[in-house]
RNA sequence: GGCGGCAUACCCAAGUGGCAAGGGAGCGGUCUGCAAAACCGUUAUACAGCGGUUCAAAUCCGCUUGCCGCCUCCA
């Protein structure tokens, strides 16, 4: 089956081809790093890690590039705020960023390059449009020139003419045309600066990635990547730089992931309504929020909020909660094969959605990673399993029955990991989200574990009257106990309270 | 003003020419001392509206309405 994907340079789905047979060099711009990051930047790095994940299962050897923008007017300001070194809020972020993303369960890319460590090869490129005529020094700063680069435009699909005329762009003087962008920036007395043939200055923000990508993956790469806010002007931009200066197409294939929105209001400073990735690792589990992300398409919006957020979670934890059950009850007898008509004749439903898995998920990821639909699939038989596992009561499987929903498992299992979920052990789950959702009811760990006692001798007793007035206490705070022949059990209800 | 996107059940969300995936919530049931979880059953003659193409349309084309994004730093 092809492989295609959504192209934002052509506006269709396409053949994905690489330049390079088994080879992908793929390119996604990461932060600028003043300031921490949000759960927008949470949405593009799951989901070009969801995409990652994808090109490396298919067998691809990837090179995958995501940059830093280490030196930018806010960083300047955050730190003159300060009264520190640029130097200094750069790493502070970076070193932020890492944590985050290490939290959010990423596979790190094959490279972080800096663009304060790439000035020369900046200058390099520089120089080259400036030869060319297409970039122009004007004052201590360099332009580039869009009336020099005819396909400017390509990208967005717009016409410099349309920009001209609704463009809401500040005026200034030293540029021949108002949407031509900064290549190199003089600096002003007191900011950091590098040598430049056209004086001391800065690089402009765009340059980095067009001399980054050449550098580690050559003229032309495979895709490029970021958030849709980017197409216009970053990416843009790096194109013209690119190909003008290179005389080559500079990626093959765009894609732009979706908005985060926040209860159906754009997420934004002005609003007050920004959630760091920090701020919501601190309260819920990093899989939850990537089965959320990865429950919607990626081009789309997503709205986060109460109830969207907590479907994730409770979802997830059926997941964790079926594979849980299965791994336990077939742990004594998984290992015998048998013959297919055998384990059909267990159950020839939970059998055919088993086995048909890996090119259901395949499908839907060949075509433009169609996550939703995948995780679609996924449900579908994890309840097929959770049906089965049912049927045998408190029992352990054994012979076929236990081989059958052992297979069932490490498929579906299988095909989580692949997107980055269920990668922890059940029992580690689960005890991670009750310490992660115990502090919102207010209560500490050893009065519950009292309370829990207080009920057990209440109900050794045959007093249920009291344990059923502990139960509904312990309710009332959104804690939900689960009485079992191993013990009462506890969590944290995710279920909103009524009213 | 220019460019682009979206509109599928109570909610979230796939599907983009051939009987409308999946999840949540609700309701009824099984299980349970009572619960919860889980499972079973149930929930769109129908995909914003109108018109067209087709044997066949949520899916293609046109128009209308309503939302949203970008055009300025932004994931």
Redesign the pocket.
Known sequence: MAFVLFNTLT?KKEEFVPLEPGRVKMYV????VY?L?????????IVFDVIYRFLLSQGYQVCYVRNF?DI???ILGRAAAEGVDFRTIADRFIRAFHEDMEGLGLLPPTMEPLATEHIPEMIEVIEKLVEKGIAYQAGTDVYFSVERFSSYGKL????L???V??????VDENKSN??D?VLWKGSKPGEPAWQSPWGPGRPG??IECSAMARKYLGATIDIH??????????HENEIAQAEAAFGQPFARYWI??????IN??????SLGNFITIRDVLGCMHPESLRLFVI?????????F?D??V???E??L??LY??VE?ALEKTAKDAETDYPEDILKREDGELYEKARSLPAMIAE?MN??F?T?????????L???L??F???F?RKSLKGPSARLAAMAADLLLKHCRLMGLLIEEPAVFFDRQRKLKLPTTGMSEQQLYELIEL?RK??AE?N??E??RI?KEL?AKRI?????PEG?KW?V????L?G
């Open positions: 506006g711009c990461g932060i600028t300031d990051c949000h759960i927008g930047h949470a949405r593009s790095a923008t930018d007017d806010k967005s699909g717009r016409a003419e349309d920009m005329a609704g463009a809401r762009v500040e108002p949407m962008f923000w765009h990547g970021g958030g849709k806010d980017l197409v216009f002007p970053h732009h992931n979706g908005f985060v929105n159906n209001e754009k997420m934004s400073k429950s919607k398409h990626y081009r789309s919006p997503v709205d909020c109830e969207t907590g479907e994730a409770r979802g934890e059926r909660a079926t059950t839907a075509n433009d169609n939703a639909q995948a995780i679609g699939y996924i449900f579908v994890q309840r097929n959770q049906r596992l049912d049927k009561g009920r209440a109900r045959k249920f009257p344990a059923d139960r309710e939900q106990l689960e009485d079992s009462t969590r209800s995710l279920q909103p009524e």
